[in-house]
């Protein structure tokens, strides 16, 4: 008795099938390594900022020092990011004022800052661009 072939063909992926495979792999490592490579830094330290923004702003309430005209608390609490009071609701005419600004964040040297009012609430930290 003779033997019947078996005509399954097992499925083998073809070389350009292949080659796309990793090709897509190797853009998806590339905007990987990318990423890794140039993102900002600075964005590392903004919870410390917000804390420690939250931290000076209660000792200068504790020193006495009045904090209506919303003024600048640091001009680098954390590397790149300042801390400035402003009023809850925001009052622009105070707040976006050049004498109760951060110097650097007038002069755009400071790329990120952190907001609290004057109780000490943090009110939002980011880029200076997206605050104002």
């Keep these: 008795m003779k033997k019947k072939k078996n005509n399954v063909k097992i499925y083998k992926p073809s070389k350009i099938s292949l080659y ?10 590339g905007f990987g390594i990318l990423n ?4 900002d830094p600075t964005l590392d330290y903004q919870e410390d900022a917000e804390k420690k923004c939250v931290e000076l702003c ?19 609490i954390m590397p790149g990011w300042a801390c400035d009071v402003v009023h809850s609701p925001r009052v622009s005419f105070l707040d976006d004022h050049k004498d109760n600004m951060c110097k650097n964040i007038s002069a755009g ?3 990120y ?5 004057q ?6 930290s980011g880029e ?3 605050i104002k």
């Design 58 to 76: 209660r000792a200068e309430i504790s020193r006495g020092n009045l904090l209506e005209t919303g003024p600048c608390l640091s001009e680098e």
């Design 36 to 39: 890794i490579l140039f993102r």
């Design 128 to 130: 200076v661009s997206i």
């Design 113 to 117: 800052i952190v907001e609290v009012t």
């Design 20 to 29: 796309l495979y990793m090709v897509i792999l190797g853009i998806i490592l």
């Design 109 to 111: 040297k400071t790329k």
């Design 119 to 124: 109780t000490c609430a943090l009110v939002k």
